[in-house]
């Protein structure tokens, strides 16, 4: 992967329940003359993560998967087969 950043923030927005978020045009998607763009965004968000996990394992595993998803779509994986794969 390349001009790809990942953040991590405390908090999403709009959906408090959402773990992370991806920004970007997929691989898939990016045409001929796709350069000269600022990169690609996957954000973690803490706070959702942390209310939802009980143990730091918990955690860790939770942000595997969630970067795992988020990674999938810069690759240009629906959410719909990313949970197929079990990575929803």
């Known amino acids: 992967m390349s001009n790809v950043v990942v953040l ?10 959402l773990l992370g978020l991806y ?24 706070g959702p993560t942390l ?8 955690v860790v595993d939770e942000v595997a998967t969630t970067v ?3 990674v999938g779509h810069h ?3 629906s959410d719909q087969r990313l949970h197929e794969l079990g990575w929803g």
């Open 8 to 17: 991590v923030e405390d908090e999403p927005e709009s959906d408090p329940d």
């Open 23 to 46: 920004e970007g045009v997929a691989l898939t998607e990016r045409g001929t003359y796709y350069a000269g763009v600022l990169p690609d965004r996957i954000t973690i968000y803490m």
């Open 51 to 58: 209310r939802m996990c009980s143990t730091r394992d918990e």
């Open 68 to 70: 795992v998803h988020e």
């Open 75 to 77: 690759f240009g994986i």
